[in-house]
């Protein structure tokens, strides 16, 4: 089991940056694939990026490629998604996931945080 914690949403303008983190609970924190979903109003929940145990391997949806980075600091229990070149298209609520393989995060996930809500402003 664990529980996860999103912080880090906001309003912010086109182009800019913002940086999430999800915290962890648990001392089997590294054992866990994790990434991150995003939700916008009216529309189906997709995936975002993921990451694995070890930070050794990460994957993006083809619409974040090159604007967001996932990364992990397992000493902390905290999962980041540092989003650049923010779009109005971004705006949603953003959920933390945890899996025991990248796949499940990539797909279902295991475990999922409450969300933080993300608004770009045109």
């Known amino acids: 089991q664990v529980q996860l914690v999103e912080s880090g949403g906001g309003l912010v303008q086109a182009g800019g940056s913002l940086r999430l983190s999800c915290a962890a609970s648990g001392r089997t924190f590294s054992s866990y694939a994790m990434g991150w979903f995003r939700q916008a109003p009216g529309k189906e929940r997709e995936f975002v990026a993921a990451?694995?145990?070890?930070?050794?391997?990460?994957y993006y949806a083809d619409s974040v490629k090159g604007r967001f980075t996932i990364s992990r600091d397992n000493a902390k229990n905290t999962v980041y998604l540092q989003m650049n070149s923010l779009k109005p298209e971004d705006t949603a609520v953003y959920y933390c996931a945890a899996g025991d393989t990248i796949v499940v995060v990539t797909t279902t996930g295991d475990y999922w945080g409450q969300g933080t809500q993300v608004t770009v402003s045109s």
């Open positions: 990451i694995s145990w070890s930070g050794g391997s990460t």
